[in-house]
């Protein structure tokens, strides 16, 4: 990504930017315009699907199908990745249960395409807020066993009492805090456009914005804007996406009660318009079985990206 500094070099413009990003941020750091992830003006996506998709089987005491078993499917679907959620593994999970994971698959030819956790940093100073933050970063030190080049984090939900810039500066040094921690080992964080203060383009924009990190990006799930028209916010965030979540339907309104399949040409559209090169994973949400949904669903997309 050049995930440099240099898209923060912001052209002037600091009325518009606050008002832009419903005002929320560091007041000397407003912007009009910033720079996105330089590529190199061609297109590349590699298909993925995350063990999300697969949560009902991985989750239950026994569990239906163990992460190995995920992995062999991603295989049997020919994809070029599998995207291993930090969810699914077991608490007492070792580096040499991990290394297992990767040379499984390598045999496969599978690249781990990344890892998802489910932090907060929604929290004030304290003991919760400590624990969420070694838990990103626990996950960094698996990320970098496993050949993970990338964690997909939330910001997290505002707390009672708290302002909406205090809020915002939590989870802005939380991020911070923890992409020092993953540059030191080779990992990037990518934030997800994931309700509260990332409902919005905006929103997400906000923390593009005030993270400084080179290791920092998005992580844009195709589902998670339910404002209007879903697209034109992805295409808003796309130029700085370092990851990409499929999900097989959107919806304009936040109850969800009009959900429409994806169009995944639109999608494909937009991030080929960005020059987007990366990982495309789908992360099947919807109530079918997803050893049955995801291959269909890949088949689509793989006809919609190629
Ligand atoms: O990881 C999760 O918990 C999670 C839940 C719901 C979503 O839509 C999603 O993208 C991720």
Redesign the pocket.
């Given at each position: 990504m050049s995930l440099n500094f240099d898209r923060r070099k912001f052209m002037l413009g600091c009325a518009a930017a606050t008002a832009a990003t419903g005002g929320v941020g560091s007041p000397g750091k407003h912007a009009s315009a910033i720079e996105p992830i330089a590529r190199n003006g061609s297109h590349k996506f590699k298909l993925s699907l995350a063990a999300?998709s697969y949560r009902d089987l991985l989750t239950g005491d026994p569990a239906e199908l163990t992460l190995a078993d995920f992995v062999d499917d991603c295989a049997k679907m020919n994809l070029d990745a599998t995207e291993l959620?930090s969810?699914y593994f077991p608490a007492d999970t070792t580096d040499a249960d991990l290394r297992k994971l990767k040379q499984q698959c390598f045999h496969l030819g599978l690249s781990v395409s990344g890892t998802?956790v489910?932090n907060d940093f929604g929290f004030p100073p304290g003991a919760e807020r400590d624990r969420q933050i070694a838990d990103v970063k626990r996950w960094i030190d698996r990320a970098e066993v496993l050949g993970a080049p990338v964690i997909?984090i939330f910001a997290g939900k505002p707390k009672q009492g708290q302002s909406q810039q205090q809020t915002h500066d939590l989870m802005v040094e939380g991020i911070e805090a923890c992409c020092q921690y993953a540059g030191e080992h080779g990992i990037h964080l990518a934030l997800?456009n994931?309700g509260g203060p990332t409902s919005t383009a905006e929103g997400v924009l906000s923390f593009v914005r005030d993270v400084r990190s080179p290791w920092f990006g998005v992580n844009l799930?195709s589902?998670?804007f339910y404002y209007d028209d879903p697209y034109t916010d992805l295409a808003k965030i796309a130029p700085y996406a370092l990851n990409v979540?499929v999900?097989v339907v959107t919806s304009n309104n936040e109850e969800r009660t009009n959900k429409q399949p994806t169009d995944y040409d639109r999608l494909a559209r937009i991030l080929k318009d960005s020059n987007y090169r990366g990982y495309i994973v789908l992360?099947y949400?919807e109530a079918g079985d997803p050893r049955t949904e995801c291959p269909k669903h890949l088949a689509e997309i793989r006809k919609a990206f190629a």
């Open positions: 999300y959620t969810y998802a489910g997909r997800e994931h799930d589902g998670n979540q999900k992360e949400e």
